[in-house]
């Protein structure tokens, strides 16, 4: 299965941007790029997903880049609601034997400050 | 839809009891997904089903565990006989299709085994 590396704790001020690593040097071509993240005490939900392009939706952006061995995760404006582990995952579209699977690593601990 | 739900959030056994872990997906989905969360290993797959098959059990840690779906809305996560190691929380989640699809995953299940 591709690995991903994430640093291991950071931390941020409320209300500004966020950038979370992620790398990925043996992803292959048919690997989507999954975040998800986990707050105290819930399980974890579902933040962006893509594949080659960039991708922005009403949580995050996802910033792929050009030779896709890495990603960063962009809060734009973090919030206390924001504090919480983030996994950068990578998901088999192809049918191989770790298609469909999600391999959760130890993930981000994203601190955010008032 | 009130997303995945599973029961019971708390339980607490003594060793050798059994233990049964239940989890309701969204309905429509066809894939359900069983995992563990511990502080030593993290949040692991235990096994996955589509269309109430098992798929992939090879995360199943031992013969002590089981799991079912007898219907596309219900599945149980059986531990017979229960052990202190086995004190986790289990997340239970569900997708409509796989490889990039999206999983939900539900408020899990602490267990604790005395």
């Known amino acids: 299965d591709a690995k991903t590396t994430q640093p291991n704790s950071m931390e941020s001020n409320e209300e500004e941007p966020v950038h979370l690593p992620c790398n990925h040097s043996?992803?292959?071509?048919?690997?989507?790029i999954h975040w998800y993240r986990q707050l105290p005490s819930q399980g974890p939900e579902y933040v962006i997903h893509?594949?080659?392009s960039n991708v922005n939706n009403r949580m995050a952006s996802l910033a792929i880049a050009e030779d896709r061995k890495s990603s960063t995760l962009i809060l734009h404006r973090a919030t206390l609601r924001d504090a919480a582990v983030y996994y950068c995952?990578?998901?088999?579209?192809?049918?191989?034997?770790?298609?469909?699977?999600?391999?959760f690593g130890q993930g981000t601990i994203l601190t955010v400050h008032p | 839809d009130a997303g995945v739900i599973q029961s019971p959030r708390h339980e607490v056994t003594e060793m050798g009891q059994e233990v049964t872990l239940r989890c309701k997906p969204i309905?429509?989905?066809?894939?359900l997904f069983w995992y563990r969360q511990t502080m030593m290993r993290g949040l692991e797959l235990l096994i996955y089903?589509?269309?109430?098959?098992?798929?992939?059990d090879s995360g199943m840690p031992e013969d002590r565990f089981s799991a079912k779906m007898p219907n596309a809305s219900f599945s149980t996560l059986k531990i017979q006989p229960s052990e202190p190691r086995d004190s986790a929380v289990y997340f239970c989640?569900?997708?409509f299709g796989t490889g990039f699809a999206i999983q939900y995953f539900g408020a899990g299940t602490r267990l604790s085994v005395l």
């Open positions: 989640a569900s997708s």
């Open positions: 043996t992803i292959s071509g048919t690997d989507y």
């Open positions: 893509g594949l080659t």
């Open positions: 995952i990578l998901s088999d579209s192809a049918g191989g034997t770790s298609y469909g699977k999600l391999t």
């Open positions: 309905s429509g989905h066809d894939y």
């Open positions: 089903f589509n269309n109430n098959v098992p798929i992939d």
